[in-house]
């Protein structure tokens, strides 16, 4: 299972910017789908996290200002009104079940994208 984003680069604050994460390779089924980020210095957080039911979860610093979304095995992250505290690498995730796995849950990660907000 390969997950590749797409999407990063530099915009000024107030800008918009959309993520892209396609997951790829022999999958079974994936439960959920999600959005983190890691800034210089700081610990990985959650942005935001969409289920296969559709329910979705945002940390409070970006709510009224990103959109996650799903179709199929792609999820987008729509940031809008960027400020320059949202400036981090951006790493898409994936709960999938294969017959790697024995089709029990696992976690994969993409390789990251750099979400540059600067005036």
């Known amino acids: 299972v390969q997950l590749q984003a797409s999407g990063g680069g530099l915009v000024q604050p107030g800008g918009s910017l959309r993520l892209s994460c396609a997951a790829s390779?022999?999958?079974?089924?994936?439960?959920?789908m999600g959005w983190y980020r890691q800034a210089p210095g700081n610990q990985r957080e959650l942005v935001a996290t969409i289920a296969s039911g559709g329910s979705t979860n945002y940390a409070e610093s970006v709510k009224g200002r990103f959109t996650i979304s799903r179709d199929k095995n792609t999820v987008y992250l729509q940031m809008n009104s960027l400020k320059s505290e949202d400036t981090a690498v951006y790493l898409c995730?994936?709960?999938?079940?294969?017959?790697?796995?024995?089709?029990?849950?696992?976690?994969?990660w993409g390789q990251g994208t750099l979400v540059t907000v600067s005036s």
């Open positions: 995730n994936a709960r999938v079940r294969s017959r790697t796995t024995s089709y029990q849950p696992y976690d994969y």
């Open positions: 390779g022999s999958i079974f089924s994936i439960n959920a």
